[in-house]
Nanobody, 115 residues
Framework: QVQLVDSGGGLVQPGGSLRLSCAASGFTFNMYPMRWYRQGPGKERELVAALSSVGFSDYADSVKGRFTISRDNGKSTVYLQMNSLKLEDTAVYYC?????????WGQGTQVTVSS
């Protein structure tokens, strides 16, 4: 079955960096767009970044120029490189794939930006 395993979160100071990973299995990874979402304290879940199967990427305005989404099809893994982190980036980050009308989610990884 489809499985997404998120990792790489942690505690970081403002201006720091983290790289999140999402290991996927149970579907033909290289054929599908992958997305990262986040949900901050008391906020709605929001789309952060998306990457198509052929390499086109898109970002939320709030992270443009700071975050980079990438994928390694050989490892069935999608990454989110986060630089210049801000306090407002604190959230649980979730990997997502939409397959045949269904949304699948990773378990989430906590990112806390704090001084």
């Amino acid at each position: 079955q489809v499985q997404l395993v998120d990792s790489g979160g942690g505690l970081v100071q403002p201006g720091g960096s983290l790289r999140l990973s999402c290991a996927a299995s149970g579907f033909t990874f290289n054929m599908y767009p992958m997305r990262w979402y986040r949900q901050g304290p008391g906020k709605e879940r929001e789309l952060v970044a998306a990457l198509s199967s052929v390499g086109f990427s898109d970002y939320a305005d709030s992270v443009k120029g700071r975050f980079t989404i990438s994928r390694d099809n050989g490892k069935s893994t999608v990454y989110l490189q986060m630089n210049s982190l801000k306090l407002e980036d604190t959230a649980v980050y979730y990997c997502n794939v939409a397959l045949h009308g269904n949304n699948y989610w990773g378990q989430g990884t906590q990112v806390t930006v704090s001084s």
